[in-house]
Every structure is written in C-alpha cells, then in structure tokens.
C-alpha cells in the first residue's frame, strides 16, 4: 500500500518549452504532496510544499513562476516548468505523507522521480 | 532551524561483514521523527527504518538496527550480514513532530555506500 506514481520517468525537452510532471497516490488520500529536486550526487532538496486546493508553498530560493504546482485533487499534484532552461535539468521526485497506522505516522512515500534533461 | 549532518561522503564493507553510518542532528524540539531512506542506483528513494524520538527503545528491522542517542542527537545506522543489493546511498532524514500533515522531511547530503563481494 501507500503507493505514489510519478510521471514521466524521464524526458528531453528543447529550451524554453514547458514540461508537466504528474504524481498520483494511488491507494491513498494525499492532501499534501512534496517536491523536491536533486542534483547529481547531492541530496534532495525541498523545493515546495503542495496542499490539495491551495497554493503551494515555496522553499526560499525557489521560482514559483518558474515551477507551477497545482494540487486539484486528493490524489493528484503536477509540477510544470515553464520556459526551461538547460539549469532546470535535473532530477524531481513527489513526496507524499502516506497514511498512519495504528496512530504511528507510517512515514513518507516516494514517486520514482522524473529525469528532465533540456537542451 | 533544524539541520542533519552525515559526516561520512563514501564508506565500503566486505559481503556479510557489518558496517554503521553516522547521523547527527540539531534540533530544539522534543517531539520529532528519524528516518533512514535508501536510494539505489535506480533512485527511488527506499524507507529502510524511522525512529519515534519519544521511545527509548532503538529500531529494528531485520539486519537493519539503529543506534538512537537522544542526549547526543545521534542516530546512526548499523548493517548486518551486508549485501550486494545494500550498495546505495543513504540518507538520514529529520522530521518534526509538530508540522502534523505537513511536516517535511529533512535531509543529510547522503552517504554512498559499497558493498563488495
């Protein structure tokens, strides 16, 4: 259980266009979702906090007009980079707080993570 | 602000032999959560065991146990019997206990292990 889908795993875009990377909870209710972004052999970095019908909340340092997150459903929350450029290239990974069990916090699940490369 | 340090960039360990990763935190709350992630050269990142800070008692799981040090904020990792599959990188990760649903995890810069046959 507690499965999060991210999608695309990878993908190649030219600069300057936009990318949308998806990340579902599959067999549970998210009403908060995390992206981060990590760079090759660094850690994850949080880059916003996404809360299901609200705005997302951005880590200090981060565009929000760069990266638009929309959160509409319990289930599902997207990340867009707009106008990429070769320095968005990196790797993205959704977080979300599965569901507790037995009044223990069951601790976070991870999507697969999206590769953006852009050239 | 809390902040969570991995001392070590790089380890190693024979096949079957034991190896322990270091952890430390800062931290001026009483209420928080460890957790131990792995992220294999796949990437998906892997829970490998968390820690409540109010129990005293260290996790296990299978060959995986931790050393928890509240006084010290230490919260190390110990591998038995390691495994060619446990080749990954490891991170220790913080969470508060008061940011309900919303609390985030926090990460250390990781620690590359190799385990080798």
């Known amino acids: 259980g507690a499965v999060v889908s991210q999608h695309p795993s990878w993908v190649i875009c030219k600069s300057g266009t936009s990318v949308k990377i998806e990340c579902r909870s599959l067999?549970?209710?998210?009403?908060?979702m995390f992206w981060y972004r990590q760079f090759p052999k660094q850690s994850l970095m949080l880059m916003a906090t996404?809360?299901?019908?609200?705005?997302?909340?951005?880590e200090q340092g981060v565009e929000k007009d760069k990266f638009l997150i929309n959160h509409a459903s319990l289930t599902l929350s997207t990340l867009t980079v707009t106008s990429a450029h070769p320095e968005d290239s990196s790797f993205y990974i959704c977080?979300?707080?599965?569901?507790?069990?037995?009044?223990?916090?069951?601790?976070?699940?991870f999507g697969s993570g999206t590769r953006l490369t852009v050239v | 602000a809390q902040t969570v340090t991995q001392s070590q960039p790089e380890m190693s360990v024979q096949e079957a032999e034991t190896v322990t990763l270091s952890c430390t935190y800062d931290?001026?709350?009483?209420?928080?959560?460890l957790f131990w992630y792995k992220q294999p050269p796949s990437r998906q990142m892997i829970l490998v065991i968390r820690?409540?800070?109010?129990?005293?008692q260290n996790a296990t799981e299978n060959r995986f146990s931790v050393n928890f040090q509240k006084a010290a904020k230490s919260f190390s990792l110990k591998i038995s019997d390691s495994q060619l599959g446990d080749t990954a990188m490891y991170f220790c990760?913080?969470?508060?206990?008061?940011?309900?649903?919303?609390?985030?995890?926090?990460f250390g810069k990781g620690t590359k292990l190799s385990v080798k046959p």
């Open positions: 820690q409540e800070a109010y129990k005293q």
């Open positions: 996404s809360n299901e019908g609200s705005k997302a909340t951005y």
């Open positions: 931290t001026s709350e009483n209420n928080y959560y």
């Open positions: 990760a913080f969470m508060s206990g008061y940011g309900g649903s919303q609390g985030n995890l926090i």
């Open positions: 067999d549970f209710q998210a009403t908060t």
């Open positions: 977080s979300a707080r599965a569901p507790r069990r037995g009044g223990i916090g069951y601790g976070y699940t």
